[in-house]
């Protein structure tokens, strides 16, 4: 078991530098200084320790998008990552835990897909670079921000023991059944889009071993076995699943519809164009990836295709070398999207994409994302190819090491993941902020919208003492389509507007109406002016509205009992 040990330390070692700049301070830094994407799981993570020791419902919160409330599962939300590091959140907070959930990502998933391709290449080091290039692929890279995509430990995983219950069959089905439906339920508690591209690349494999051997449909014994282990896997995952698919299909806030409506694709030239990413870029291929809609994802490099294209000329007559050859192509098609683009103009070329893009579930899924299944069979085959030159020994053991460095090296990342410092205003750390009731609703500035999120991890920061109108998250529109943030109204318009360098609006007779309204329909108790940009337009504006000035505290302005100053007539109106 030491290699296994040695591999794992090695693995979240690399992901620790990978994330240097973050842990020069893990509870006040981190990516996106907390804002953006980062804010969205930084609350998520915080949210379910909450709701654990408050005795809340774990995939519905109603402290964002305050009256109606979030539902998390139609959200990136995290919650057996929460669920299982809540001592840590309760303890350093829900930043550090952001951090931690970083480096296992990227460590952990390079160490289950060094354990998967280990099960068909004896070697070690071949299995570890080609667990290097899934876990720290630039396709997992690219999704720092996101980590109900790159905590992708438990994709190859699952395609291991579908491959055990299609292939080998050497366990019961008693047992790998199961196991695959607690892996799979398991992966809808973590990301339930990974879920479905893992399922998607699983039937495609189920096809591709089909098609290579027709005859292993005539065993009835095989066959027998196969549906006995997926049927056990559909119903342990389905017990698992049964709740949180209630909640998001037959529960409040369900959205109905595509919630990834913009086509993010891979552009063909992406596969050996190294972005800004990529250490070996430069300015003209950095520039030209800029264009690309899936952006730095796909690629794999010139070195690393020319070793894979040798390997499947070289031992095509392998049926591993044929499977995984014809996954990795399958992947990187289905990668491209509906459409082939090519140095980021769309053709009229159709891809087997296309009719997927309008199924239920599978819509909402980016396909560019599905880059990461790409990487994960280029480092399967790698490996296959450097465990066969090594074993020949001699001067293939050196020339194995040379391709392996040739290969890895245009993978570099140009630099470790920037971080910032978490700019949290000791408001919502200290004492003061039990100013607030618990529970609560407090209007906090700048309004949290896809623009600018850090409201909510000041929210996180408090131990989610209050709850807020507004939120980066997926919510239904009124025809009940998904929308991101929260549905607009004078309010949000004239806080988004403020917050984008407008004037602010002039405060007619009708406008105090309808922010008096506004406010009134989300309960607002308090009014919370943080650090951001426009402060002083801001202020200036709640002040004529609200018809007082603010009181200052430890780095915020804070209106108590916040009612908006209406002219006379208004509040018989």
């Known amino acids: 078991m030491w ?18 700049p ?3 301070s893990p509870t006040t830094t981190t990516v996106r200084g907390g804002d953006g994407d980062a804010a969205i799981e930084i609350w998520f993570l915080r949210w379910l320790p909450y709701a654990l020791e408050h005795g809340r419902d774990l995939l519905f919160s109603d402290h ?3 009256p109606h409330g979030v539902n998390l599962m139609w959200n990136a939300s995290l919650p057996l990552l929460g669920f299982a590091l809540a001592p840590l959140t309760s303890r350093w907070g829900p930043v550090l835990t952001f951090n931690v959930v970083l480096v296992l990502a990227n460590g952990l998933s390079a160490w289950a897909a060094y354990l998967a391709i280990r099960r068909h290449v004896p070697g ?6 080609g667990g ?6 630039p396709a997992m890279r690219g999704q720092s921000n996101h980590p109900h995509i790159s905590f992708a430990v438990l994709a190859p995983l699952m395609l291991l023991a579908v491959d055990e219950i299609l292939v080998r069959q050497r366990r019961p089905p008693w047992l790998v059944g199961p196991l695959l439906g607690l892996l799979a339920g398991c992966q809808l508690l973590i990301g339930e889009e990974l879920l479905a591209a893992t399922v998607l690349v699983a039937v495609l494999l189920l096809l591709v071993l089909v098609a290579s051997n027709p005859r292993a449909l005539l065993d009835r014994r095989r066959v027998a076995h196969a549906l006995v282990a997926f049927a056990l896997a559909a119903l342990v995952g389905g017990l698992i699943a049964a709740k949180p698919l209630r909640v998001q299909f037959a529960g409040p806030q369900r959205v109905h519809g595509d919630i990834t409506r ?3 694709a891979n552009d063909l030239l992406g596969f050996v164009t190294p972005g800004a990413a990529q250490r070996l870029s430069s300015r003209r291929s950095a520039e030209l990836v800029r264009e690309f809609a899936g952006g730095n994802a796909a690629y794999l490099g010139a070195p690393l295709l020319l070793v894979l294209l040798v390997l499947v000329v070289r031992w095509w007559r392998w049926p591993l070398v044929r499977v995984g050859a014809a996954m990795l192509l399958l992947a990187a098609v289905f990668s491209m999207g509906p459409a082939l683009q090519v140095g980021g103009r769309e053709t009229t070329a159709w891809l087997p994409w296309a009719p997927f893009q309008h199924l239920p579930v599978i819509a909402n899924l980016i ?6 299944f790409t990487a994960l069979f280029a480092g399967l085959l790698l490996a296959v190819f450097l ?10 053991r050196p020339a194995a090491v040379a391709v392996a460095v040739a290969v890895l090296l245009p993978l570099l990342p140009a630099a470790p993941v920037p971080a910032r410092k978490v700019d949290i205003p000791p408001f919502f750390t200290a004492g003061a902020v039990r100013r607030l009731p618990e529970g609560s609703v407090a209007l906090v500035l700048p309004f949290a919208n896809r623009r600018v999120a850090k409201a909510m991890t000041w929210q996180a920061e408090a131990g989610m003492r209050f709850r807020m109108p507004g939120g980066y998250v997926i919510v239904p529109a009124r025809d009940g389509r998904p929308r991101f943030d929260t549905n607009p109204n004078t309010a949000t318009r004239a806080f988004g507007a403020i917050q984008r360098g407008l004037p602010a609006p002039e405060l007619t007779g009708g406008r105090r109406r309808a922010l008096a309204a506004n406010l009134k329909g989300w309960g607002v108790d308090v009014v919370v002016v943080g650090p951001m940009e426009h402060q002083d337009t801001m202020l200036r504006f709640l002040t004529d509205l609200l018809g007082r000035r603010p009181v200052p505290v430890d780095g915020v302005y804070l209106w108590q009992d916040a009612k908006v100053r209406l002219p006379p007539g208004s509040a018989r109106t």
Not at 124 to 129: D, F, P, T
Not at 367 to 372: D, E, I
């Open 3 to 20: 290699p296994q040990a040695l591999f794992l330390l090695a693995f979240l070692g690399l992901a620790v530098l990978l994330y240097a």
């Open 22 to 24: 973050a842990w020069s």
């Open 64 to 66: 964002l998008n305050v």
């Open 124 to 129: 070690h080091l071949a299995a570890g670079v």
């Open 132 to 137: 290097l290039v899934f876990g720290f692929s």
């Open 262 to 264: 913009t086509n993010y």
């Open 367 to 372: 396909s560019s994302r599905l880059a990461m």
């Open 387 to 396: 465990d066969a030159v090594w074993r020949g020994g001699g001067w293939r």
